[in-house]
């Protein structure tokens, strides 16, 4: 019995210091994906303030309050911060939209999901800087650019034309100008965004209301399925 109950001891005791160790381990990892997003705040800021070239890793730090060296801890260098600020900041709503753009739904009940998406994902969130930023600092770029058309335009086009496409076979819509330009389903998230930077302060714009507007243009007005 005693040597049984010595057993036990030792494997309770391991089984705690197991835990103890993963618990550590756990808070190591949230120490660390603190930090990183930390950086990539103030990386956000940093570029919007100063744009891509003026914009310093010192001043990165300073914003984010570690030293430079932390920021190479993550990051090789200034491009590679810049892309993984879009590519954290914008390929999950890429995904969500996507998703919705995937479905079988009626297009006006897919057009007003992706309304939402847009409104409350990007243009509610600080994602709308990532955009300012890229139309600003892309021609100056052209690898950034590159990177943004890569990771988010071409899969936001390629999920918008299949998606056109089934439309156009079902009749919804009445020729493929939209699969073949799907561009134009973007405007009016640009001219929100644009607009947000530059006369929001005078004439506020009710984003949601103006989408829907356009695509009741585009679509011709009705309701969602």
């Known amino acids: 019995m005693g040597a049984k109950a010595g057993i036990g001891a030792v494997g309770g005791s391991a089984g705690r210091s197991g835990a103890i160790a993963a618990s550590r381990q756990d808070a190591r990892a949230a120490k660390t994906a ?5 950086i990539l705040e103030a990386a956000l800021d940093e570029f919007s303030a100063k744009g891509f070239a003026a914009a310093r890793l010192d001043d990165v730090a300073r914003r984010a309050g570690v030293a430079k060296g ?8 200034k491009e590679s911060l810049f892309q993984e600020l879009i590519r954290a900041k ?20 897919v057009v007003e ?7 409350r994902e990007v243009y ?15 021609p100056r770029f052209p690898a950034l650019a590159e990177f943004y058309y890569r990771e988010v335009l071409a899969r936001l086009l390629k999920a918008l034309r299949g998606l ?13 100008t939209l699969s073949r330009f799907p561009q134009l389903l973007g405007a009016p998230g640009i001219i929100a965004i644009v ?10 714009l009710d984003v949601r209301a103006m989408m829907r507007a356009y695509f009741n243009n585009l ?7």
């Open 34 to 38: 603190a930090r990183r997003d930390a």
């Open 70 to 77: 932390t920021i190479y801890l993550y990051f090789a260098d």
């Open 90 to 109: 914008m390929v999950p709503v890429v995904g969500s939209l996507e998703l919705a753009f995937a479905t079988d739904l009626p297009l006006r009940a």
């Open 113 to 119: 999901q992706a309304v939402e998406i847009f409104v």
């Open 124 to 138: 509610g969130t600080r994602r709308k800087l990532v955009i300012r930023l890229m139309i600003s600092e892309g």
């Open 164 to 176: 056109m496409r089934r439309a156009h076979e079902r009749g919804e819509i009445a020729d493929d």
């Open 195 to 204: 607009w947000s930077g530059l006369f929001d302060r005078f004439e506020p």
């Open 219 to 225: 679509f011709g007005a009705g309701t969602a399925a």
